[in-house]
Nanobody, 129 residues
Framework: QVQLVESGGGSVQAGGSLRLSCAAS????????MGWFRQAPGKEREGVAA????????YYADSVKGRFTISQDRAKNTVYLQMSSLKPEDTAMYYC??????????????????????WGQGTQVTVSS
């Protein structure tokens, strides 16, 4: 089992920045891919970014590419999502997710919620215009 706790959400004006953190505990050695997802009211869950393996291969949704950066600190079992140039359409609940060890990964799988086995409770991000 892996437990995930997100933090760092809040309210910010358009153009601002936030950094989300996801602290993992439990059987973290079994998590080989970590992802960030978001869901706005009335919309489907969207894969935002993911990071895979010890080498840290990263994947991004087109909607956030160039503005968001995912990173990891394996010593701290923590994954980060640095969000810059935020837009009102980035407003959503952001969730961290962990995947049991996978031998390979593609961008489609990395940004699909079906790939992940464990989920955090979420942290709200609100961007005002």
């Amino acid at each position: 089992q892996v437990q995930l706790v997100e933090s760092g959400g809040g309210s910010v004006q358009a153009g601002g920045s936030l950094r989300l953190s996801c602290a993992a505990s439990g059987d973290t050695y079994s998590s080989n891919c970590m992802g960030w997802f978001r869901q706005a009211p009335g919309k489907e869950r969207e894969g935002v970014a993911a990071i895979y393996g010890s080498s840290g291969v990263t994947y991004y949704a087109d909607s956030v590419k160039g503005r968001f950066t995912i990173s990891q600190d394996r010593a701290k079992n923590t994954v980060y999502l640095q969000m810059s140039s935020l837009k009102p359409e980035d407003t959503a609940m952001y969730y961290c997710a962990a995947n049991r060890r996978s031998s390979s990964m593609t961008i489609i799988r990395a940004l699909s919620g079906l790939t992940y086995d464990y989920w955090g409770q979420g942290t709200q991000v609100t961007v005002s215009s």
